[in-house]
């Protein structure tokens, strides 16, 4: 049931449990039985978005949230974990990817400003800290990710540019669609890697490899694979290689956790790889899921985003 108007406009839910239903989780290897229950349940935790995108778990001093973004609502959002959802930052430029940097502060993929920005303030408006490249403006970075090292790494695909409910109908400066690197000290933008519409990004455990996804099938074009890369001293690619390619719609949003195992998002749910490639299993969602971040207060919740709604399903242990 949709939720009951709140007259505080931060507050768009009230704290209080979850919706549920059944899963439907498949099972292709036992591996995957270890650690996610055949039996657990798919909690709605919120299903009042327009479009889902960018779920981070952010580290509060009261213990976190979950910050998410509603690209075409043009907010960032925060679920609490007594199930409270608030606004966390209103009015924001078509945010799409989130991710936390070595401060702990939000850093954002914009469309509309078609840029990477950074919430300096708790409470403050998103800053610009990357723009262009080459003295040309970016396409609409899509996805976002913070190596270890404090570098950005961000995915610049031109989605933002076709879609006016995205972002705005503009042609792109650039000639190609490609992943950059950020180094906040040194301001340093590096074009690490060109694709036909990069989207997905994480990190291995160790930091030595990095998965991304293309994602041209969306827009008619061949691409809907996710490919992997060694990561060398100074985070120079090497090695780029095929790792996984999704039947339905197209792999979005993904995470590595602990233990190396990729869990991706595409148009019929939730697909779970091991470090070799070896499909473990499957989570379906009801709306087309987009992207997936694992937090929480113990740390094995998976948050998915999903079209109008935000999911969670409980992992017995969180990894290794």
Known sequence: MPDA???????????GPPAEQPAGVQIDDPRLAEVL????????LYDQLLHSEGPVWQATPSGGHLAFSDIPGRRVLAWAP????????DAV???????????????????????IS????????PVPIVTHYQGRRLNTPNDVTVAADGAIWFTDPVFGLLFPRQGCLASPELDHRSLYRFDPLTRELRRAADFDQPNGLAFSPDGLLLYVSDTSRSIGGPTHEVVVFDVRAG?????????????????????????????????DGLHVYDAD????????????????????????????TAETCLLAIDMLEPGP
């Open 118 to 125: 950074r919430s300096e303030e708790p409470d403050g408006f």
């Open 5 to 15: 108007l709140i007259p505080n406009p931060t507050v768009l839910r009230r704290a």
């Open 82 to 89: 007594d199930g409270q959802v608030t606004v966390l930052i």
């Open 93 to 115: 430029p078509f945010v799409n990817g989130n991710s936390i940097d070595a401060e702990g502060r939000l850093v954002h993929c914009e469309h509309l400003r078609r840029c």
């Open 235 to 267: 985070g120079e690619l090497a090695n780029r290689r095929f790792f996984c390619q999704t039947e339905h719609g197209v792999p979005d949003g993904f995470l590595v956790d602990a233990r190396g195992w990729l869990w991706c998002t595409a148009g």
């Open 277 to 304: 490639a070896r499909r473990l299993g499957f989570i379906p969602t009801p709306k087309t899921a987009s992207n997936v971040a694992l937090g929480g207060l113990d740390g094995r919740r998976l948050f998915i």
């Open 37 to 44: 229950d055949p039996q657990a349940t798919l909690k709605v």
